[in-house]
């Protein structure tokens, strides 16, 4: 089983590519949780939702990886929610990061926010380019500095698309 990861600062099309991932190479693709939790919470989140939302990231993540797809894509991990985490509240639960990195993840497509246009979907809040690009930065450094498997990826739709699509083929095929 090959598991890649989709990363980087909302709007950037993690989604949009997890979904286009799919279709091509099919396997099994596990979506956001928080968005599911943020419209079922109905109040904006606090520190005390990062656990939960953590938690079932990683109990959907574990039903797929159970399967065992020759291919898992992931819409995102722990990582964007330890990020967030700092970014809202200025903290995060301390078990958030041990647990993602006694994970194994083969490849994540790290997704600058230049490019492409920010959508307001009313969950998104970072609407100006500099608050995209630090996020960008922060999802880098702790990747690089924990010698994660990444590949950052820019452009326009097309281009994003035409790597992710190289990227993982060469995954799957060695």
Not at 18 to 26: N, Y
Not at 66 to 81: E, K
Not at 143 to 163: P, T, Y
Request: include cysteine.
């Amino acid at each position: 089983m090959k598991v890649v990861v989709l990363a980087g600062p909302e709007s950037a099309g993690k989604s949009r590519l997890a979904e286009h991932l799919h279709a091509h190479f099919g396997g099994l693709r596990v979506d956001e949780y928080v968005r599911q939790y943020y419209q079922q919470l109905g109040r904006e989140t606090t520190l005390a939702d990062i656990t939960p939302i953590a938690e079932g990231q990683l109990a959907h993540e574990d039903a797929a990886r159970a399967r065992q797809p020759r291919l898992l894509i992931l819409d995102t991990h722990l990582l964007s929610n330890r990020l967030w985490s700092l970014a809202l509240f200025g903290d995060c639960p301390a078990w958030l990061e041990p647990a993602l990195l006694a994970r194994h993840y083969d490849l994540t497509l790290l997704l600058a926010p230049e490019g492409v246009p920010w959508i307001d979907d009313g969950q998104r809040c970072q609407p100006l380019l500099a608050q995209r690009q630090a996020f960008y930065r922060d999802s880098r450094g702790w990747l690089a500095a924990h010698r994660q498997c990444f590949a950052e990826l820019a452009g326009d739709w097309a281009k994003r698309e035409a790597a992710a699509i190289e990227l993982v083929g060469k995954l799957l095929n060695a």
